[in-house]
């Protein structure tokens, strides 16, 4: 069968109800994917050449408002973290650490905003399908209880719509699992960078205070 715009109009109202939940579901998932697919897009920095300007500006040129302007430039979790540690420069390492932490919970709640709705729309998806399916084998029955084996036809349609809602659910969760697995995959990749970009600003400051000791 050729999917031409109106051979999926008509299975779209042979569908039933449930593929107007559907229809939204589909929506609501694709307006998150390509946000966070922005904003994963926008964040991301190359960590490497990053942190090498922020030691420089610390460790050679002893400018902690310089290696700030490094981070502003960047922008993105990692330049936010760091940029909230210098601000802290010259202030007890606890104090630091929990201003660290406090800015990576900050971030990572950024990075993980609209996860939800897409492990959402991947789980409920699948279910309104099997709603509609069950909805249109009703509709077989009741169809076969009035008219019998004379129209087989009624039969058909209730099965088609069975059919229809089974596949409709499975189109919308599936690329919209595969999304969200693959922004949690990127989420984890940006923790491990935010990790990695602490404890070297710590290490850089350690080392700043060796060499003025």
Not at 2 to 14: E, K, M, Q, V
Not at 25 to 40: D, K, T
Request: glycine share 10%.
């Amino acid at each position: 069968m050729s999917f031409t715009a109106g051979s999926i109009f008509r299975l779209y109202n042979d569908g039933g109800p449930f593929m107007h939940v559907l229809l939204l579901f589909s929506l609501v998932g694709l307006v998150f994917i390509i946000e966070r697919f922005y904003a994963m897009w926008k964040a991301r920095v190359n960590t490497q050449e990053f942190i090498g300007r922020v030691r420089t500006a610390l460790l050679k040129r002893r400018n902690v408002k310089e290696a700030i302007t490094v981070c502003e430039e960047y922008q993105g979790p990692i330049a936010n973290i760091m940029k909230a540690g210098l601000i802290k420069y010259g202030r007890p390492q606890e104090e630091i650490e929990r201003t660290i932490e406090a800015a990576s919970g900050h971030e990572l709640a950024r990075l993980e905003r609209g996860l939800g709705v897409l492990a959402t729309v991947a789980n409920t998806a699948p279910l309104v399908g099997f709603l509609g399916t069950v909805s249109g084998m009703i509709n077989s029955f009741d169809a076969l209880a009035r008219a019998g084996l004379s129209n087989p036809g009624l039969v058909a349609k209730g099965i088609s719509e069975a059919l229809i809602t089974t596949a409709g659910g499975l189109v919308v969760a599936v690329p919209t699992l595969i999304a969200f697995n693959y922004f949690t995959a990127q989420v984890g990749k940006f923790v491990l960078e935010m990790e990695t970009a602490a404890n070297v600003l710590l290490e850089t400051y350690a080392e700043m205070d060796t060499d003025q000791s």
